[in-house]
């Protein structure tokens, strides 16, 4: 079966100051592998996807940036930090060899910037 | 207009009884719509996934889609106090679209 880690589980971060959130998948190959932000009171809104090895989608332009250095492995970066940035981040994939476009979520990271 | 909009809640139901929550979309050719539980602090979970206009049961959910109304609702019978926890509306639009647009969720609270 699939598995979907994600760490930190939680992480304080003063303002300005970079970020790697990283996130992997067991149990499959080239799944199509997905970030989002839940900030509080707000929906879920994505931030990354990413096809394949190196190939990375961006929704919304901000200081935030992608990459997937191998098939399983996708990471979400800052250079510095904003108060904004604070939420709750989800990682998720879907099988790529499938239409049916199910997402499933890992546990997240929550980000508080102060 | 919001793409997915759900009622925020709370939604008070008494245990055993059935939860209806709804969803309605703006993209006509939205494709696929999912319904996903996420209790308080924890990540969300997926339910249920509807494609064709109708019903879809799997054990006490059900999922019904109208695609003409751009409707898509939860039923959830003989609701449990394990079932209190925030619903939320994803909806896919076109073929290649890679997006899910997810509503803000409803939080439904089942009354012991």
């Known amino acids: 079966s699939q598995t979907i880690h994600q760490w930190p589980a939680t992480l304080v971060q003063p303002v300005g100051s970079p970020l790697s959130l990283e996130c992997t998948v067991e149990g499959t190959s080239n799944p199509n592998l997905y970030w989002y932000r839940q900030a509080a009171g707000r929906g879920l809104q994505l931030l990354f996807y990413?096809?394949?090895?190196?190939?990375i989608s961006s929704e919304v332009p901000q200081n935030l940036s992608a990459s997937r250095p191998q098939d399983r492995q996708f990471i979400l970066s800052s250079k510095k930090l904003l108060l904004s940035d604070s939420g709750f981040y989800l990682c998720a994939w879907r099988d790529s060899g499938i239409s049916s476009y199910e997402q499933y979520f890992g546990p997240g990271t929550r980000l508080t910037v102060t | 207009q919001k793409e997915v909009e759900q009622n925020s809640g709370p939604l008070s139901v008494p245990e055993g009884a059935i939860a209806s929550l709804n969803c309605t979309y703006s993209d006509r050719v939205s494709q696929s719509f999912f319904w996903y539980r996420q209790y308080s602090g924890k990540s969300p979970e997926l339910i249920m996934s509807?494609?064709?206009?109708g019903d879809k049961e799997d054990g006490r959910f059900t999922a019904q889609l109208n695609k003409a109304s751009q409707y898509v609702s939860l039923l959830i019978r003989d609701s449990q106090p394990s079932d209190s926890a925030t619903y939320l509306c994803a909806v896919k639009g076109h073929f290649g679209n890679e997006k899910l647009t997810f509503g803000t969720g409803t939080r439904l609270t089942i009354i012991p």
């Open positions: 990413s096809v394949g090895i190196g190939q």
């Open positions: 509807i494609y064709s206009n």
